[in-house]
Nanobody
Framework: QVQLVESGGGLVQAGDSLRLSCAAS????????MGWFRQAPGKEREFVGA????????YYAESMKGRFTISRDNAKNTVSLQMNSLKSEDTAVYYC????????????????WGQGTQVTVSS
């Protein structure tokens, strides 16, 4: 079992950068592919990107490519989401999730979820 805790959210201005972190507990963290999702008010949860168990492969939603970067450190049981050139439409609660299927874009493919961290981008 894996427990996930996100951090790093906050209020930023359009064009700024922000780095989110997700700390995992449990000795099996390196066994899991990790994903990032986000959910804006009144909208469905949206896939942001994913990284495989080793960190060698990443996959992003089309609208995130070039602006968002996912990385992980299995020695520290952490996964990060670096967000650049933020836009007001990036405002959402961001979640990290753990699952076994790398690149899965649907929430149901992930077994464990963090509580989320709020990112607000002012224009």
């Amino acid at each position: 079992q894996v427990q996930l805790v996100e951090s790093g959210g906050g209020l930023v201005q359009a064009g700024d950068s922000l780095r989110l972190s997700c700390a995992a507990s449990g000795r099996t963290f390196s066994s899991y592919a990790m994903g990032w999702f986000r959910q804006a008010p009144g909208k469905e949860r949206e896939f942001v990107g994913a990284i495989n168990w080793s960190g060698a492969s990443t996959y992003y939603a089309e609208s995130m490519k070039g602006r968002f970067t996912i990385s992980r450190d299995n020695a520290k049981n952490t996964v990060s989401l670096q967000m650049n050139s933020l836009k007001s439409e990036d405002t959402a609660v961001y979640y990290c999730a753990a699952g076994f299927a790398f690149g899965a874009t649907r929430s149901r493919n992930y077994d464990y979820w963090g509580q989320g961290t709020q990112v607000t981008v002012s224009s």
